[in-house]
């Protein structure tokens, strides 16, 4: 099961390690698993939230996630994402801006760092409409009930999640993006324009893919539901033929929402990867090798049953993403190190995930004949 899941991901490793130390000599390939090891550390979190969606697909949309989807956060955030990003902030061509981090890899850089607040708005409020639609929802199982129950009343209210990011932005644009530090530490400049429409395209941009997958996997669950009933009633007419289609309408949206969370969670990778190098192949190669362990990685919590037997970890997952969309806000105006961000999520996961082992062991225990430990353990 192990080797099955990450064969590919060692395989590739072997390889881009072996391409890193041809090319680059030892220096490169040691860069080249630095990164590797920043981009797994700052995106475990991702891979689990990855996870609860995924499980939602078949096996087909699995392999999609795991061989279109590779290629895009490789070869698309890792790769041209960036040129992409120069070439609107400098208003240059794309063959220019290509030219320029191949070959004036200082100046590439630097603005690749002048574009990060608008880079860190769009993500950081993505990724705060994910922890905010979690927070605010009422769930049967709760980790931090104390804060849960409170915020799972207030979600009643419709829109709350919206209007919170929206504040959330407004405060962030009027106060950290008004004095950005200039990359030559000469002075400052304001973002507050750039940082709004920024922040704003990362709410339409969730609330149009997650509105439309939500929506596709509303009906599914709805023609599955009339499928049994109608199997039950007369089992010799099936009727699966409209949940077969409309199974992958929902499955390529969810793909689609995968891909932008992807993208989100890339953002502190692609720029914390400047602190070591700039060469953008060696970025793109480090990095993907690290995406490549995610994907494997998302793709076994899947299989192996993981997220229904720790059913705590989603909460520990979206309280590390509520953290990294902060922490990106943040970061408009003060610099965070990435070990910082990296570590802040693997803690928030690793207590969730023990917590769901204490609960387990709880609900194992001699005497256990209903569900009532289930309801104490979870806070509920």
């Known amino acids: 099961m192990l080797l099955k899941t990450f064969g590919w991901s060692f395989a590739i490793t072997a390889a881009g390690l072996a391409l890193a130390g041809v090319l680059w000599g030892w220096q490169g390939l040691a860069i080249v698993a630095i990164l590797s090891v920043l981009e797994i550390s700052l995106s475990f979190d991702n891979a689990v939230i990855n996870a609860g969606i995924l499980r939602k697909m078949n096996a087909f949309w699995q392999k999609i996630f795991l061989t279109v989807g590779i290629l895009i956060a490789v070869f698309g955030m890792r790769l041209v ?92 644009a009027t106060t950290l ?76 949206f969810l793909f689609l929402y995968l891909e932008v969370i992807d993208a989100s969670f890339s953002f502190d990778g692609v720029i914390g990867a400047f602190a070591i190098t700039n060469d953008i192949f060696i970025m793109a190669l480090g990095l993907g090798i690290g995406a490549m362990y995610i994907r494997s990685l998302t793709v076994f919590l899947v299989r192996k049953g993981t997220l229904d037997d720790y059913v705590y970890l989603e909460h520990g997952a979206h309280y590390a993403i509520g953290a990294l969309a902060v922490i990106l806000l943040i ?49 509920v």
Not at 97 to 115: F, G, M
Not at 331 to 359: A, D, P, Q
């Open 81 to 172: 994402f960036p040129i992409v990003i120069v070439a609107i902030t400098a208003k240059l061509g794309p063959i220019e801006a290509v030219d320029l981090a191949i070959n004036n890899k200082d100046r590439y850089e630097e603005l690749v760092t002048a574009a990060h607040p608008a880079i860190a708005a769009f993500g950081g409020v993505f990724l705060l409409m994910i922890f905010l639609d979690f927070i605010f929802e009422d769930r049967d199982i709760k980790w931090l009930a104390w804060l849960e129950k409170p915020l799972a009343r207030l979600g009643k209210l419709e829109t709350l999640s919206t209007v919170v990011a929206l504040v959330v932005l407004l405060v962030t």
């Open 331 to 379: 970061s408009i105006k003060h610099e965070i190190n990435e070990v910082i961000t990296g570590t802040i999520g693997v803690v928030l996961i690793g207590l969730s995930f023990w917590s769901s082992v204490v609960r387990n062991r709880k609900e194992a225990g001699p005497g256990d004949g209903s569900g009532a430990k289930a309801e104490v353990s979870s806070g």
């Open 177 to 252: 993006a008004t004095a950005v530090p200039l990359h030559d530490g000469g002075g400052t400049v304001d973002k507050a324009t750039t940082v709004l429409l920024a922040g704003i395209g990362g709410l339409v941009t969730y609330l149009i893919v997650g509105g439309i997958s939500g929506y596709f996997e509303d009906r599914l669950e709805q023609e599955e539901e009339e499928a049994e009933e109608e199997a039950e009633k007369a089992p010799a007419k099936g009727g699966t033929g409209t949940v077969v289609g409309l199974a992958g309408k929902a499955a390529f």
